[in-house]
């Protein structure tokens, strides 16, 4: 991977900010560079200009901007660090959105790879495991806002005891591998399988859709043949015939969640 350490951490946000556009719109305009950094126009030509100087952009002031192979590799890390940095404060530290968005900007210049790394791999954690799981969220607020006692662990044990068992049932019960294309918007799962072989395949792979990897259906679109999801801090699209040939086994339903 480039150097990372090479980069200010204004080219850092203009680079992640390319990534992003061109991942949405294939290109990226200097003009929707400059409204989604919320600068004017004359700040993104000398930034663009940095970039393409260190081989992380093809920028003339006449075209689009696109990224090189460098640059798509460390701008997609620099994606990657920001959206879990502001999953841990919004899912583990129930941290407003808009105020988590803002401290990740920040955050995400600091950590080093190692501790992104751990991190990630706590996130995924607290999501999978029993013994945790995003349902503490709301003890973690009353806590915070009373900084009392806590609550009674015997019960809070009993609690988590009762909904493993009851997965454990409809496991037995034939919940067994599903297709992705299965799943609905919310549901949560790991990967079993993954049919190898072609450019989709190869992304997905790339975007971490692995044996054993986590993921969580964000939207489906049945008219449009495609769903979105998220596996190891990445967001993704994922066609139709793709998600055909990825089979899971479901962690957390859409109606578990609520």
């Keep these: 991977m480039p150097d990372?350490?090479?980069?200010?951490?204004?080219?850092e946000d203009y680079l992640e900010t390319i990534f992003l556009l061109v991942r949405e719109k294939s290109v990226a305009r200097v003009k929707d560079i400059?409204?989604?950094?919320?600068?004017h126009v004359s700040s993104v030509t000398g930034a663009l200009k940095g970039l393409s100087a260190k081989g992380l952009i093809n920028?003339?002031?006449?075209?689009?901007?696109t990224l090189t192979d460098?640059?798509?590799?460390?701008?997609k890390g620099l994606a990657r660090k920001h959206e879990v940095l502001r999953d841990f404060l919004i899912k583990v530290l129930s941290v407003e959105p808009e105020t988590a968005e803002r401290n990740a900007c920040h955050m995400e210049h600091a950590v080093e790879p190692d501790v992104m790394e751990r991190l990630?791999?706590?996130?995924?954690?607290?999501?999978?495991?029993?013994?945790?799981?995003?349902?503490?969220?709301?003890?973690?607020?009353?806590?915070?806002?009373r900084g009392g006692e806590p609550e009674d662990c015997a019960e809070c044990v009993a609690a988590c005891l009762k909904s493993t068992r009851s997965a454990a049932r409809k496991a037995v019960a034939g919940d067994g591998p599903k297709r992705l294309w299965e799943l609905e918007a919310g549901d949560k799962a790991?990967?079993?399988?993954?049919k190898t072989g072609g450019p989709a395949m190869d992304r997905l792979s790339e975007g971490g859709v692995e044996r054993g990897a986590t993921l969580e259906v964000e939207s489906v679109a049945p008219t449009e043949s495609f769903m979105m999801i998220k596996?190891?801090?990445?967001?993704?699209?994922?066609?139709?015939?793709?998600?055909?040939?990825?089979?899971?086994?479901?962690?957390?339903?859409?109606?578990?969640?609520?």
Excluded at 4 to 11: F, H
Excluded at 190 to 194: E, F, H, N, S
Aim: hydrophobic share 35%.
């Design 34 to 39: 400059a409204t989604r950094m919320g600068v």
């Design 120 to 145: 990630v791999h706590f996130v995924e954690f607290v999501d999978r495991c029993p013994r945790a799981g995003f349902e503490w969220r709301k003890d973690i607020e009353d806590f915070c806002s």
């Design 70 to 75: 460098d640059g798509e590799l460390l701008g």
């Design 59 to 65: 920028y003339d002031p006449y075209s689009y901007v």
């Design 231 to 258: 596996a190891r801090g990445y967001h993704l699209r994922v066609p139709r015939h793709a998600a055909e040939r990825i089979r899971v086994n479901v962690e957390r339903t859409r109606d578990d969640n609520r």
């Design 190 to 194: 790991r990967v079993t399988r993954v």
């Design 4 to 11: 990372q350490t090479a980069l200010s951490p204004s080219q």
